[in-house]
């Protein structure tokens, strides 16, 4: 079993930065990758980004040049650094981290994110 804890939401300013952190913990098969989806209201969850036990990573078009998604495998943690934060970045934004053979999802409970204009 995988247990998943963000922590870092919060309210800033357009323009302003923040700093998510999830932490993992349990049975983690070493070949993963994790990534930080968003649900906004009366909006659809989406990606946002993601990021191999390798380092690779990849983002959705709307955060590329702000947002960096990093992590640590020795602490399980993986982070997403966002800069020049804008009021449509406001939403809920969720740890995932996904394993192989077999294909399994974790989810933590999120953590919100409000951008004010």
């Known amino acids: 079993q995988v247990q998943l804890v963000e922590s870092g939401g919060g309210l800033v300013q357009a323009g302003g930065s923040l700093r998510l952190s999830c932490a993992a913990s349990?049975?983690?098969?070493?070949?993963?990758?994790m990534g930080w989806y968003r649900q906004a209201p009366g909006k659809q969850r989406e990606l946002v980004a993601s990021?191999?036990?390798?380092?690779?990573?990849n983002y959705a078009d709307s955060v590329k040049g702000r947002f960096t998604i990093s992590r640590d495998n020795a602490k399980n943690t993986v982070y997403l650094q966002m800069n020049s934060l804008k009021p449509e970045d406001t939403a809920v934004y969720y740890c995932?981290?996904?394993?192989?053979?077999?294909?399994?999802?974790?989810w933590g409970k999120g953590t919100l994110v409000t951008v004010s204009s």
């Open positions: 995932n981290l996904k394993t192989y053979a077999p294909i399994m999802n974790y």
């Open positions: 349990g049975s983690i098969f070493r070949l993963n990758a």
């Open positions: 990021i191999s036990s390798g380092g690779s990573s």
